[in-house]
């Protein structure tokens, strides 16, 4: 999410500043494209971003035993959030 948010910014700068000057279409503008597509690939940034943080402080750990006298296996799931 993070890399699509980022290229949707360059293309949105691209099409905002560069288009026009180029390439004119009548009825059609090309800075307000631009600048919607910059809007979205900010907020897309902005999501990828709060979303590697609140995954870089969740961890889980898994520990697995086999009981030789029985012979079972036992699993252990120990989930830590550490959202301060």
């Not at 009548?26 to 907020?43: M, R, S």
């Not at 889980?60 to 830590?80: I, L």
Request: net charge neutral; glycine share 10%.
């Amino acid at each position: 999410m993070l890399v699509f948010g980022i290229i949707l910014m360059v293309i949105g700068a691209i099409v905002a500043w560069a288009v026009p000057g180029i390439w004119r279409l009548e009825g059609f503008d090309w800075a307000l494209i631009g600048y919607i597509l910059l809007a979205a690939g900010a907020v897309l940034t902005i999501l990828g971003i709060v979303q590697l943080v609140r995954r870089g402080r969740a961890t889980t750990t898994t520990h697995t035993a086999v009981d030789p006298a029985a012979g079972t296996r036992t699993d252990h799931v120990e989930r830590r959030d550490d959202l301060t």
